[in-house]
């Protein structure tokens, strides 16, 4: 058995931020997104390089969905941005139920290298399908600094 939770005590939560978006699967959704992010970001106060590198994984994840996600017009790409726990974690979902695979790319070929450069660049990441059967999420996290988030 436990001993009591001493009911004075102070209980440190870490602090948990998020933002959400949706974007039309459209050309132009990957630069809207940035811009969206670099708002969000700033006013995380998120460090300038955990930044710039965020902004290069979600503008990839969300071309990857605005090109490759082969859904019916009219369906949404879903950005959810999560600051806590020393973590900014970034979810790109959409309705495609296929879970995108990394390749190696050829060195002619004009595509193909950007889960390379997602697994280069992100601490860690991942794939799920949504809840309720239809499309996926594509996740990636980057370690904050000390002392942020």
């Known amino acids: 058995m436990s001993a009591p939770r001493d009911s004075n005590a ?26 969206a992010l670099r708002i969000q970001l700033a006013r995380w106060q998120v460090d300038s390089r955990t930044a710039e590198t965020a902004v290069l994984l979600l503008s990839e994840l969300v071309t990857n969905a605005v090109c490759h996600g082969r859904v019916p017009p009219g369906r949404r790409v879903g950005t959810r941005l999560t600051l ?31 889960l390379a450069l997602v697994d280069a660049l992100a601490d860690g990441w991942g794939t799920y399908r949504r809840a309720g059967g239809v499309g996926k999420c594509v996740w990636v996290e980057l370690r904050l600094p000390a002392g942020r988030g």
């Open 10 to 35: 102070t209980v440190q939560v870490p602090r948990l931020a998020t933002a959400v978006h949706l974007f039309a699967r459209h050309r132009k959704s990957p630069g809207r997104a940035r811009d």
């Open 84 to 114: 806590g726990g020393g973590c900014l974690r970034i979810e790109v979902a959409d309705a495609n139920d296929d879970l995108p695979l990394p390749r190696t790319a050829g060195e002619d070929d004009e595509s193909g290298r950007g």
